[in-house]
């Protein structure tokens, strides 16, 4: 019965490779997230999907590219893989009240 | 764009004590307010929030202060517990379709027991 689901939960890989993170939420939201939590634990939205359609779409490097099959789904695709981006990236989907609730975390280390 | 500043970074408390956490915003088209708790290794957790139409919210131990007019609003957790230990964020947003919640910085709370 879990509410927002991801995978995987850990992610470890070269530089410069190509990975996926996906999203799964069974509450009915029409609205899904992506956010990056860096090391120092500092929460950041990357992208916001409403019912499929990009709606946000803060300053992130066009190598990250999200996607969203279904309103339950949110996809995370980042080519070219850089140190930088290890983090963990948490999904999340909201509520038509606002709340968001967030998935358990993907932890991508890049070597 | 929208500035959450959060204090203090850290905050350490004597279990049973009273602990709080302030926040201030910038923008003030901004009209919801969350809070999430996050445990180590844990995902972010919804424990209180409040519109700006409202000045204060409370649920058991926990409760929540707006200040409009400032531009700031705080975290009160009574009575602390040892599983109140964890990593706290205060967020705003405005409504418009999509909640962007802007986070503040975090502020890590230790009850010692």
């Known amino acids: 019965d879990t509410a927002v689901s991801q995978t995987p939960k850990y992610l470890v890989t070269q530089m410069g490779n190509d990975k996926s993170i996906k999203c799964e939420q069974n509450l009915g939201h029409d609205t899904m997230y992506w956010y990056k939590q860096d090391s120092k634990k500092f929460l950041k939205i990357m992208f916001s999907y409403n019912n499929k359609e990009l709606i946000i779409n803060e300053t992130v490097p066009n190598r990250f590219s999200p996607k969203s099959p279904d309103k339950a789904h949110l996809n995370l695709h980042i080519n070219s893989l850089e140190l930088g981006d290890s983090a963990v990236y948490f999904c999340?989907?909201?509520?038509?009240?606002?709340?968001?609730?967030f998935g358990p975390g993907t932890r991508l280390t890049v070597l | 764009g929208e500035n959450v500043e959060q204090h203090p970074s850290t905050l350490s408390v004597q279990e049973g004590d009273s602990a709080v956490i302030k926040c201030t915003y910038s923008d003030s088209a901004s009209n919801y307010f969350p809070w999430y708790k996050q445990e180590l290794g844990k995902r972010p957790q919804l424990i209180i929030d409040i519109r700006s139409n409202v000045g204060e919210k409370k649920d058991q131990r926990i409760a929540v202060t707006l200040n409009k007019t400032a531009k700031h609003f705080s975290l009160h957790i009574t009575e602390t517990q040892p599983e109140d230990s964890a990593v706290y964020f205060c967020a705003a947003s405005k409504d418009q379709g999509a909640q962007k919640l802007v986070f503040g910085q975090g502020t890590r709370l230790t009850i010692n027991p």
């Open positions: 999340a989907s909201s509520h038509p009240s606002g709340k968001q609730f």
